[in-house]
Protein backbone atom coordinates (compact mmCIF):
# COMPACT_ATOMS: atom_id res chain seq x y z
CA UNK A 1 0.00 0.00 0.00
CA UNK A 2 1.23 3.37 -0.63
CA UNK A 3 0.00 6.91 -0.57
CA UNK A 4 0.08 10.19 -2.87
CA UNK A 5 2.93 11.71 -0.21
CA UNK A 6 4.81 8.52 -0.74
CA UNK A 7 8.43 10.24 -0.53
CA UNK A 8 10.70 9.75 -3.95
CA UNK A 9 14.47 8.78 -4.01
CA UNK A 10 17.01 10.00 -6.11
CA UNK A 11 20.83 9.91 -7.66
CA UNK A 12 23.17 12.27 -6.42
CA UNK A 13 25.61 12.45 -9.39
CA UNK A 14 27.82 15.96 -10.29
CA UNK A 15 25.86 17.99 -7.33
CA UNK A 16 22.82 17.27 -8.54
CA UNK A 17 19.62 15.29 -7.58
CA UNK A 18 18.93 12.97 -10.79
CA UNK A 19 17.02 9.93 -11.77
CA UNK A 20 18.35 7.27 -13.02
CA UNK A 21 18.61 7.66 -17.10
CA UNK A 22 16.75 4.46 -17.42
CA UNK A 23 13.65 6.22 -15.85
CA UNK A 24 13.05 3.14 -13.54
CA UNK A 25 12.47 3.08 -10.14
CA UNK A 26 11.38 0.55 -7.34
CA UNK A 27 9.67 0.74 -4.37
CA UNK A 28 10.89 0.42 -0.74
CA UNK A 29 9.17 -1.51 2.20
CA UNK A 30 9.39 -1.54 5.95
CA UNK A 31 10.20 -4.79 6.98
CA UNK A 32 7.94 -4.56 10.34
CA UNK A 33 4.75 -3.59 8.81
CA UNK A 34 4.83 -3.93 5.20
CA UNK A 35 4.19 -0.50 4.09
CA UNK A 36 5.50 1.43 1.17
CA UNK A 37 7.64 4.16 2.32
CA UNK A 38 9.05 5.18 -0.80
CA UNK A 39 9.61 5.12 -4.48
CA UNK A 40 13.50 4.71 -5.91
CA UNK A 41 15.18 5.79 -8.74
CA UNK A 42 16.62 2.16 -10.24
CA UNK A 43 19.88 2.95 -11.67
CA UNK A 44 22.24 0.81 -13.74
CA UNK A 45 25.79 0.88 -15.59
CA UNK A 46 25.31 4.25 -17.58
CA UNK A 47 24.75 5.77 -14.20
CA UNK A 48 27.60 4.88 -12.69
CA UNK A 49 29.74 6.02 -15.34
CA UNK A 50 27.83 9.43 -15.46
CA UNK A 51 29.29 9.20 -11.37
CA UNK A 52 32.69 7.99 -12.00
CA UNK A 53 33.25 10.87 -14.55
CA UNK A 54 32.01 13.26 -11.49
CA UNK A 55 33.50 11.83 -9.45
CA UNK A 56 37.11 12.70 -10.81
CA UNK A 57 36.10 16.38 -10.74
CA UNK A 58 35.14 16.13 -7.80
CA UNK A 59 38.62 14.78 -6.86
CA UNK A 60 40.76 16.66 -8.54
CA UNK A 61 38.83 19.82 -6.89
CA UNK A 62 39.02 18.12 -3.37
CA UNK A 63 42.78 17.04 -4.29
CA UNK A 64 44.02 20.73 -4.19
CA UNK A 65 42.46 21.70 -0.65
CA UNK A 66 44.26 21.57 2.16
CA UNK A 67 44.20 18.71 4.81
CA UNK A 68 42.59 21.42 7.24
CA UNK A 69 39.73 22.52 4.25
CA UNK A 70 39.02 18.89 3.86
CA UNK A 71 38.63 18.44 7.84
CA UNK A 72 36.21 21.57 7.95
CA UNK A 73 33.51 19.52 5.12
CA UNK A 74 34.04 16.77 7.33
CA UNK A 75 32.82 18.80 10.41
CA UNK A 76 30.44 20.35 7.89
CA UNK A 77 29.00 17.10 7.41
CA UNK A 78 28.48 16.10 11.12
CA UNK A 79 27.27 19.13 12.23
CA UNK A 80 24.33 18.74 9.58
CA UNK A 81 23.47 14.68 10.55
CA UNK A 82 22.99 16.42 14.19
CA UNK A 83 20.32 18.95 13.21
CA UNK A 84 19.08 15.45 11.51
CA UNK A 85 19.42 13.03 13.76
CA UNK A 86 16.11 12.26 14.66
CA UNK A 87 15.19 11.66 10.93
CA UNK A 88 18.08 9.77 10.30
CA UNK A 89 17.11 7.06 13.72
CA UNK A 90 13.49 6.82 12.22
CA UNK A 91 14.49 6.31 8.95
CA UNK A 92 17.31 3.68 10.12
CA UNK A 93 14.30 1.84 12.69
CA UNK A 94 11.67 1.88 9.75
CA UNK A 95 13.87 0.99 6.36
CA UNK A 96 16.15 -1.23 8.44
CA UNK A 97 14.15 -2.62 10.98
CA UNK A 98 16.51 -1.69 13.90
CA UNK A 99 14.94 -0.57 17.63
CA UNK A 100 14.93 3.09 17.67
CA UNK A 101 16.56 4.13 20.85
CA UNK A 102 18.56 1.26 22.21
CA UNK A 103 20.45 1.25 18.17
CA UNK A 104 19.45 3.63 15.59
CA UNK A 105 20.26 6.06 17.48
CA UNK A 106 23.20 5.10 18.74
CA UNK A 107 24.22 4.38 15.12
CA UNK A 108 23.58 7.70 14.01
CA UNK A 109 25.87 9.22 16.84
CA UNK A 110 28.27 6.98 15.89
CA UNK A 111 28.40 7.94 11.83
CA UNK A 112 28.41 11.71 13.58
CA UNK A 113 31.49 10.97 15.57
CA UNK A 114 33.21 9.16 12.03
CA UNK A 115 33.22 12.36 10.23
CA UNK A 116 34.46 14.52 13.43
CA UNK A 117 36.99 11.59 13.89
CA UNK A 118 37.90 12.04 10.06
CA UNK A 119 37.83 15.54 10.46
CA UNK A 120 40.60 15.42 13.34
CA UNK A 121 43.22 11.97 11.99
CA UNK A 122 43.56 14.21 8.66
CA UNK A 123 45.00 17.32 9.81
CA UNK A 124 47.89 15.66 11.60
CA UNK A 125 48.36 13.40 8.77
CA UNK A 126 52.24 12.79 8.07
CA UNK A 127 54.68 11.83 5.80
CA UNK A 128 58.55 11.16 6.25
CA UNK A 129 62.14 11.86 4.95
CA UNK A 130 63.51 8.92 4.37
CA UNK A 131 67.96 9.15 4.60
CA UNK A 132 69.24 8.84 1.17
CA UNK A 133 72.49 6.52 0.45
CA UNK A 134 73.48 8.46 -2.16
CA UNK A 135 75.05 11.82 -1.41
CA UNK A 136 73.65 14.87 -2.56
CA UNK A 137 69.75 13.08 -2.68
CA UNK A 138 66.57 14.00 -0.41
CA UNK A 139 64.09 11.57 -0.49
CA UNK A 140 60.50 12.24 1.17
CA UNK A 141 57.21 9.98 1.13
CA UNK A 142 54.18 11.72 1.23
CA UNK A 143 50.42 10.19 1.43
CA UNK A 144 48.13 11.28 -1.75
CA UNK A 145 44.72 10.36 -2.59
CA UNK A 146 43.82 7.32 -4.43
CA UNK A 147 41.53 9.41 -6.95
CA UNK A 148 37.88 8.44 -7.53
CA UNK A 149 36.78 5.56 -4.64
CA UNK A 150 34.42 3.17 -5.42
CA UNK A 151 32.10 2.62 -2.01
CA UNK A 152 29.57 -0.43 -2.02
CA UNK A 153 27.80 -0.91 1.42
CA UNK A 154 25.34 -3.05 3.03
CA UNK A 155 22.20 -3.17 4.83
CA UNK A 156 22.76 -4.26 8.38
CA UNK A 157 24.24 -0.57 9.76
CA UNK A 158 23.07 1.58 6.61
CA UNK A 159 24.22 4.68 8.35
CA UNK A 160 27.19 3.73 10.39
CA UNK A 161 29.13 1.38 7.39
CA UNK A 162 29.06 4.05 4.80
CA UNK A 163 30.66 6.72 6.91
CA UNK A 164 33.68 4.40 7.87
CA UNK A 165 34.19 4.96 4.12
CA UNK A 166 32.96 8.40 3.28
CA UNK A 167 34.41 10.27 5.99
CA UNK A 168 38.02 9.11 5.36
CA UNK A 169 37.51 8.98 1.57
CA UNK A 170 36.33 12.75 2.06
CA UNK A 171 39.12 13.87 4.25
CA UNK A 172 41.74 12.57 2.20
CA UNK A 173 40.50 13.92 -0.86
CA UNK A 174 38.90 10.96 -2.90
CA UNK A 175 36.35 11.75 -5.03
CA UNK A 176 33.51 9.43 -4.49
CA UNK A 177 31.05 7.39 -5.87
CA UNK A 178 28.63 4.88 -3.57
CA UNK A 179 26.43 2.52 -4.23
CA UNK A 180 24.52 1.23 -1.16
CA UNK A 181 22.53 -1.82 -0.48
CA UNK A 182 19.36 -1.44 -2.76
CA UNK A 183 17.08 -2.24 0.56
CA UNK A 184 18.34 0.45 2.39
CA UNK A 185 18.28 3.02 -0.38
CA UNK A 186 16.31 5.65 2.20
CA UNK A 187 18.93 5.26 4.84
CA UNK A 188 21.29 6.08 1.73
CA UNK A 189 19.55 9.17 0.40
CA UNK A 190 18.75 10.67 4.01
CA UNK A 191 22.32 10.56 4.64
CA UNK A 192 22.99 12.13 1.20
CA UNK A 193 20.91 15.05 1.98
CA UNK A 194 23.33 15.92 4.98
CA UNK A 195 26.16 15.79 2.66
CA UNK A 196 24.54 17.73 0.18
CA UNK A 197 23.59 20.43 2.67
CA UNK A 198 27.21 20.73 4.09
CA UNK A 199 28.07 22.30 0.34
CA UNK A 200 30.85 20.01 -1.00
CA UNK A 201 32.22 20.84 -4.16
CA UNK A 202 30.19 19.06 -7.22
CA UNK A 203 31.11 15.59 -7.91
CA UNK A 204 33.11 15.13 -4.29
CA UNK A 205 30.14 12.04 -3.35
CA UNK A 206 28.32 10.78 -5.55
CA UNK A 207 25.30 8.18 -4.57
CA UNK A 208 24.01 5.39 -7.42
CA UNK A 209 20.79 3.97 -5.81
CA UNK A 210 20.77 0.92 -8.00
CA UNK A 211 21.43 -3.39 -8.13
CA UNK A 212 24.78 -4.18 -6.57
CA UNK A 213 25.28 -6.51 -9.78
CA UNK A 214 24.83 -3.86 -12.65
CA UNK A 215 25.33 -0.37 -10.74
CA UNK A 216 27.77 -1.37 -8.20
CA UNK A 217 30.15 -3.62 -10.54
CA UNK A 218 30.70 -1.26 -13.05
CA UNK A 219 31.95 1.31 -9.83
CA UNK A 220 33.75 -1.99 -9.14
CA UNK A 221 34.94 -2.26 -12.80
CA UNK A 222 35.11 0.34 -14.73
CA UNK A 223 38.92 1.96 -15.26
CA UNK A 224 37.98 4.58 -13.88
CA UNK A 225 37.57 3.64 -10.37
CA UNK A 226 40.88 3.91 -8.57
CA UNK A 227 40.43 1.46 -5.23
CA UNK A 228 37.08 -0.27 -3.80
CA UNK A 229 35.89 -0.41 -0.69
CA UNK A 230 33.14 -3.22 -0.03
CA UNK A 231 31.61 -4.15 2.89
CA UNK A 232 29.09 -7.48 2.14
CA UNK A 233 29.23 -10.87 2.10
CA UNK A 234 32.13 -13.72 1.67
CA UNK A 235 30.64 -14.35 -1.82
CA UNK A 236 29.94 -11.00 -2.87
CA UNK A 237 33.73 -9.94 -1.95
CA UNK A 238 35.14 -13.04 -4.38
CA UNK A 239 33.08 -11.55 -7.39
CA UNK A 240 34.26 -8.00 -6.22
CA UNK A 241 38.24 -9.37 -5.94
CA UNK A 242 37.47 -10.82 -9.17
CA UNK A 243 35.97 -7.90 -11.16
CA UNK A 244 38.17 -5.35 -9.94
CA UNK A 245 41.32 -7.26 -9.78
CA UNK A 246 44.47 -5.19 -9.72
CA UNK A 247 42.98 -2.36 -7.84
CA UNK A 248 43.51 -1.29 -4.11
CA UNK A 249 40.41 -3.05 -2.27
CA UNK A 250 39.49 -3.27 0.98
CA UNK A 251 36.96 -6.26 1.78
CA UNK A 252 35.24 -6.38 5.21
CA UNK A 253 33.08 -9.67 4.65
CA UNK A 254 31.11 -11.94 6.88
CA UNK A 255 32.19 -13.70 10.49
CA UNK A 256 30.40 -16.92 12.72
CA UNK A 257 32.50 -15.87 15.72
CA UNK A 258 32.87 -17.56 18.58
CA UNK A 259 32.82 -16.48 22.23
CA UNK A 260 34.60 -18.88 23.99
CA UNK A 261 34.07 -19.30 27.67
CA UNK A 262 36.48 -20.88 29.93
CA UNK A 263 36.75 -22.95 32.84
CA UNK A 264 37.74 -20.08 35.11
CA UNK A 265 35.77 -16.91 33.43
CA UNK A 266 33.22 -15.02 34.84
CA UNK A 267 30.28 -16.91 34.00
CA UNK A 268 27.80 -14.73 34.46
CA UNK A 269 29.38 -11.94 32.42
CA UNK A 270 30.37 -14.01 29.84
CA UNK A 271 26.43 -15.62 29.34
CA UNK A 272 25.38 -12.28 29.05
CA UNK A 273 28.03 -10.85 26.72
CA UNK A 274 27.19 -13.88 24.46
CA UNK A 275 23.76 -13.36 24.66
CA UNK A 276 23.96 -9.24 23.91
CA UNK A 277 26.36 -10.38 20.67
CA UNK A 278 23.62 -12.95 19.63
CA UNK A 279 20.36 -10.90 19.41
CA UNK A 280 22.16 -7.10 18.83
CA UNK A 281 20.31 -5.97 15.18
CA UNK A 282 18.31 -9.22 15.49
CA UNK A 283 21.95 -11.00 15.28
CA UNK A 284 22.70 -9.12 11.86
CA UNK A 285 25.83 -8.36 12.80
CA UNK A 286 29.38 -9.29 10.85
CA UNK A 287 30.46 -9.16 14.44
CA UNK A 288 28.02 -11.04 16.20
CA UNK A 289 28.05 -13.95 18.13
CA UNK A 290 27.88 -16.53 16.02
CA UNK A 291 29.11 -19.53 18.36
CA UNK A 292 29.30 -20.37 22.20
CA UNK A 293 32.12 -22.72 22.45
CA UNK A 294 32.18 -23.81 26.32
CA UNK A 295 33.24 -26.95 28.50
CA UNK A 296 30.49 -29.25 30.32
CA UNK A 297 31.85 -27.75 33.88
CA UNK A 298 29.71 -24.25 32.18
CA UNK A 299 27.45 -25.28 30.22
CA UNK A 300 24.71 -25.18 32.41
CA UNK A 301 24.74 -21.64 33.78
CA UNK A 302 25.68 -20.55 30.64
CA UNK A 303 22.03 -22.06 28.79
CA UNK A 304 20.46 -20.57 31.60
CA UNK A 305 21.35 -17.07 31.45
CA UNK A 306 21.41 -16.97 27.25
CA UNK A 307 17.39 -18.27 27.46
CA UNK A 308 16.61 -16.08 30.36
CA UNK A 309 18.19 -12.70 28.37
CA UNK A 310 16.40 -14.30 25.12
CA UNK A 311 13.06 -14.62 27.03
CA UNK A 312 13.55 -11.04 28.30
CA UNK A 313 13.96 -9.27 25.01
CA UNK A 314 10.96 -7.03 23.62
CA UNK A 315 10.38 -7.83 20.39
CA UNK A 316 8.00 -5.54 18.60
CA UNK A 317 8.15 -2.51 16.09
CA UNK A 318 10.99 -0.72 16.29
CA UNK A 319 9.38 2.54 16.32
CA UNK A 320 8.27 1.54 19.70
CA UNK A 321 11.00 3.07 22.78
CA UNK A 322 10.58 -0.36 24.47
CA UNK A 323 11.70 -2.35 21.57
CA UNK A 324 14.40 -4.18 22.00
CA UNK A 325 14.91 -6.28 18.88
CA UNK A 326 13.10 -5.41 16.03
CA UNK A 327 12.32 -7.90 12.53
CA UNK A 328 14.79 -9.57 10.07
CA UNK A 329 15.50 -7.55 7.74
CA UNK A 330 14.37 -9.59 4.36
CA UNK A 331 12.85 -12.78 3.81
CA UNK A 332 16.51 -14.46 3.16
CA UNK A 333 17.04 -13.84 6.54
CA UNK A 334 14.46 -16.24 7.60
CA UNK A 335 14.95 -18.75 5.11
CA UNK A 336 18.63 -19.36 6.34
CA UNK A 337 17.80 -18.66 10.52
CA UNK A 338 15.38 -21.76 9.93
CA UNK A 339 17.19 -23.62 7.44
CA UNK A 340 20.05 -23.47 10.31
CA UNK A 341 17.69 -24.31 12.89
CA UNK A 342 16.26 -27.20 11.46
CA UNK A 343 19.63 -28.58 10.66
CA UNK A 344 21.13 -28.86 14.40
CA UNK A 345 18.02 -29.88 15.84
CA UNK A 346 18.31 -32.85 13.42
CA UNK A 347 21.95 -33.11 14.20
CA UNK A 348 20.88 -33.23 17.79
CA UNK A 349 20.71 -30.31 19.46
CA UNK A 350 18.02 -29.22 22.11
CA UNK A 351 15.89 -26.04 21.39
CA UNK A 352 16.37 -24.36 24.88
CA UNK A 353 13.73 -21.29 23.08
CA UNK A 354 12.01 -20.30 20.44
CA UNK A 355 12.97 -21.68 17.04
CA UNK A 356 10.04 -19.86 15.05
CA UNK A 357 8.34 -16.99 13.43
CA UNK A 358 6.72 -15.06 16.32
CA UNK A 359 2.80 -14.65 15.52
CA UNK A 360 0.74 -11.40 15.37
CA UNK A 361 2.85 -9.28 14.20
CA UNK A 362 2.53 -6.61 11.27
CA UNK A 363 4.79 -8.60 8.92
CA UNK A 364 6.25 -11.97 8.48
CA UNK A 365 10.30 -11.02 9.61
CA UNK A 366 9.60 -11.32 13.50
CA UNK A 367 11.88 -14.26 14.46
CA UNK A 368 11.59 -15.63 18.00
CA UNK A 369 14.74 -15.06 20.26
CA UNK A 370 15.92 -18.48 19.83
CA UNK A 371 18.69 -21.08 21.93
CA UNK A 372 19.95 -24.03 20.74
CA UNK A 373 21.88 -26.10 23.38
CA UNK A 374 24.40 -29.08 22.64
CA UNK A 375 24.40 -27.78 19.25
CA UNK A 376 26.66 -30.60 17.28
CA UNK A 377 30.07 -29.53 15.66
CA UNK A 378 29.59 -30.38 12.79
CA UNK A 379 25.77 -28.63 11.98
CA UNK A 380 26.13 -25.78 9.51
CA UNK A 381 25.26 -23.21 12.30
CA UNK A 382 28.09 -23.40 13.51
CA UNK A 383 30.82 -23.77 10.19
CA UNK A 384 28.21 -21.08 8.36
CA UNK A 385 27.31 -17.28 9.32
CA UNK A 386 23.73 -17.18 10.10
CA UNK A 387 22.85 -13.26 10.12
CA UNK A 388 19.68 -14.23 12.49
CA UNK A 389 18.27 -14.33 16.63
CA UNK A 390 20.48 -17.78 17.14
CA UNK A 391 22.64 -18.35 20.09
CA UNK A 392 24.04 -21.87 19.12
CA UNK A 393 25.80 -23.34 22.79
CA UNK A 394 28.87 -25.75 21.71
CA UNK A 395 30.04 -27.88 24.74
CA UNK A 396 33.45 -29.58 24.96
CA UNK A 397 34.29 -31.58 27.69
CA UNK A 398 37.88 -29.56 28.33
CA UNK A 399 40.00 -26.56 26.85
CA UNK A 400 42.03 -28.76 25.68
CA UNK A 401 41.08 -28.18 21.48
CA UNK A 402 39.45 -25.19 22.14
CA UNK A 403 41.53 -23.45 20.15
CA UNK A 404 41.78 -25.85 17.94
CA UNK A 405 38.46 -25.81 17.29
CA UNK A 406 37.89 -22.05 17.54
CA UNK A 407 40.16 -21.68 14.70
CA UNK A 408 39.07 -24.47 12.24
CA UNK A 409 36.16 -22.15 10.94
CA UNK A 410 36.40 -20.63 7.61
CA UNK A 411 35.68 -17.07 8.90
CA UNK A 412 38.03 -15.05 11.10
CA UNK A 413 36.71 -11.71 11.87
CA UNK A 414 35.49 -11.25 15.97
CA UNK A 415 36.18 -13.86 18.54
CA UNK A 416 35.81 -13.41 22.36
CA UNK A 417 37.46 -15.22 25.07
CA UNK A 418 36.11 -15.22 28.45
CA UNK A 419 39.28 -16.25 31.37
CA UNK A 420 40.76 -14.98 34.70
CA UNK A 421 43.75 -16.46 33.34
CA UNK A 422 46.14 -13.75 31.84
CA UNK A 423 48.52 -16.71 30.41
CA UNK A 424 45.63 -18.05 29.00
CA UNK A 425 44.16 -14.34 27.34
CA UNK A 426 47.70 -14.18 26.01
CA UNK A 427 47.61 -17.80 24.43
CA UNK A 428 44.16 -17.56 23.07
CA UNK A 429 44.38 -13.84 22.27
CA UNK A 430 47.83 -14.95 20.15
CA UNK A 431 46.65 -17.56 18.90
CA UNK A 432 43.27 -17.19 17.24
CA UNK A 433 43.25 -16.73 13.81
CA UNK A 434 40.77 -13.79 13.70
CA UNK A 435 41.31 -10.20 13.05
CA UNK A 436 39.98 -9.22 16.67
CA UNK A 437 40.26 -11.09 19.74
CA UNK A 438 38.09 -9.36 22.77
CA UNK A 439 39.11 -10.66 25.70
CA UNK A 440 36.05 -10.62 28.38
CA UNK A 441 33.87 -8.33 25.81
CA UNK A 442 31.14 -9.19 23.61
CA UNK A 443 32.73 -10.42 19.93
CA UNK A 444 31.15 -6.86 19.02
CA UNK A 445 32.72 -4.48 21.09
CA UNK A 446 34.88 -1.78 18.69
CA UNK A 447 35.59 1.39 18.76
CA UNK A 448 35.45 3.67 15.11
CA UNK A 449 39.20 3.96 15.75
CA UNK A 450 40.39 0.87 16.07
CA UNK A 451 41.88 -1.44 13.21
CA UNK A 452 39.21 -3.81 12.73
CA UNK A 453 39.00 -6.63 9.56
CA UNK A 454 39.74 -10.29 8.55
CA UNK A 455 42.35 -12.75 9.44
CA UNK A 456 44.77 -13.69 6.46
CA UNK A 457 44.02 -16.75 5.25
CA UNK A 458 39.94 -16.76 6.37
CA UNK A 459 37.00 -15.62 4.48
CA UNK A 460 36.41 -12.68 6.39
CA UNK A 461 37.98 -10.22 3.63
CA UNK A 462 41.57 -8.20 3.69
CA UNK A 463 42.36 -4.71 4.94
CA UNK A 464 41.53 -2.86 7.88
CA UNK A 465 38.96 -0.36 8.45
CA UNK A 466 39.10 2.14 11.48
CA UNK A 467 41.12 4.76 12.35
CA UNK A 468 44.66 5.47 10.93
CA UNK A 469 44.41 2.13 9.15
CA UNK A 470 41.38 3.58 7.19
CA UNK A 471 42.79 6.74 5.90
CA UNK A 472 46.56 4.20 5.00
CA UNK A 473 43.38 2.18 3.03
CA UNK A 474 42.02 5.59 1.30
CA UNK A 475 45.33 6.88 -0.07
CA UNK A 476 48.86 6.04 -1.44
CA UNK A 477 52.45 6.43 -0.97
CA UNK A 478 53.85 8.98 -3.17
CA UNK A 479 57.80 8.85 -2.98
CA UNK A 480 59.54 12.35 -4.38
CA UNK A 481 63.34 12.37 -4.40
CA UNK A 482 65.70 15.49 -4.99
CA UNK A 483 69.03 15.98 -6.56
CA UNK A 484 70.44 18.94 -4.44
CA UNK A 485 73.93 18.81 -6.17
P1 LIG B 1 25.71 -8.68 0.13
O1 LIG B 1 27.06 -9.23 -0.18
O2 LIG B 1 24.54 -9.38 -0.42
O3 LIG B 1 25.61 -7.18 -0.41
C1 LIG B 1 26.55 -6.20 -0.01
C2 LIG B 1 26.56 -5.11 -1.06
O4 LIG B 1 27.14 -5.62 -2.25
C3 LIG B 1 25.16 -4.60 -1.45
O5 LIG B 1 25.21 -3.22 -1.64
C4 LIG B 1 24.91 -5.31 -2.78
O6 LIG B 1 24.00 -4.60 -3.60
C5 LIG B 1 26.31 -5.32 -3.36
N1 LIG B 1 26.57 -6.32 -4.39
C6 LIG B 1 26.00 -7.53 -4.53
N2 LIG B 1 26.53 -8.16 -5.60
C7 LIG B 1 27.44 -7.33 -6.14
C8 LIG B 1 28.31 -7.42 -7.27
N3 LIG B 1 28.35 -8.50 -8.05
N4 LIG B 1 29.14 -6.38 -7.54
C9 LIG B 1 29.13 -5.29 -6.76
N5 LIG B 1 28.31 -5.14 -5.68
C10 LIG B 1 27.48 -6.16 -5.38
O7 LIG B 1 25.64 -8.53 1.71
P2 LIG B 1 24.43 -7.99 2.61
O8 LIG B 1 23.42 -9.07 2.67
O9 LIG B 1 24.01 -6.64 2.16
O10 LIG B 1 25.18 -7.84 4.02
C11 LIG B 1 25.39 -8.89 4.88
C12 LIG B 1 26.82 -9.40 4.79
O11 LIG B 1 27.74 -8.35 5.01
C13 LIG B 1 27.11 -10.43 5.88
O12 LIG B 1 27.87 -11.50 5.37
C14 LIG B 1 27.91 -9.64 6.90
O13 LIG B 1 28.74 -10.40 7.74
C15 LIG B 1 28.69 -8.73 6.01
N6 LIG B 1 29.15 -7.57 6.78
C16 LIG B 1 30.49 -7.44 7.07
C17 LIG B 1 30.93 -6.37 7.86
C18 LIG B 1 32.39 -6.20 8.20
O14 LIG B 1 32.75 -5.13 8.66
N7 LIG B 1 33.23 -7.19 8.00
C19 LIG B 1 30.00 -5.45 8.35
C20 LIG B 1 28.65 -5.62 8.04
C21 LIG B 1 28.24 -6.67 7.24
Known amino acids: ?46 DSQNAIVAAQKGHEILAKMTNWERSSLCNRVADEMVKRRDLLAQTLAEEQG ?39 KRVISIRQPRGVYGIITPWNFPINIPVEYLAPC ?26 VAAGLPDGAINLVLGPGQSAGDEVVSNPGTHGIGLTGSPQTGKIVAQRGAGKPMLLELGGNGPLIVLDDADVAKAADAAAFGFYFNAGQVCAATGRVLVTR ?28 MGPLHNAGGILKTTQHIEDALTKGADLLSGGKLLAGQKSDLFFAPTVLGNVSEDALINIDETFGPVAPI ?76 MLNEVTQVKTITFDIT
Request: proline content about 5%; charged content about 15%.
Open 297 to 324: KNYDEVAERITAYANNLVVNDPLANSTT
Open 1 to 46: MSTSNTPHMQNFIDGAWCDARSGKSVKAKSPSTNLILATVTSSDRV
Open 98 to 136: KPIASEAYPEVDAAIAGFRNAAEMVKWMEGSVIPAETPG
Open 170 to 195: LAAGNGVVWVPSPSTAICAARLMECI
Open 394 to 469: VVYEDEAGLLQAANSASQGLATSVYTQNLAKAFQFGEGLQSGLVNINSPTCYWELHIPFGGAAGKDSGVGRIGGIS
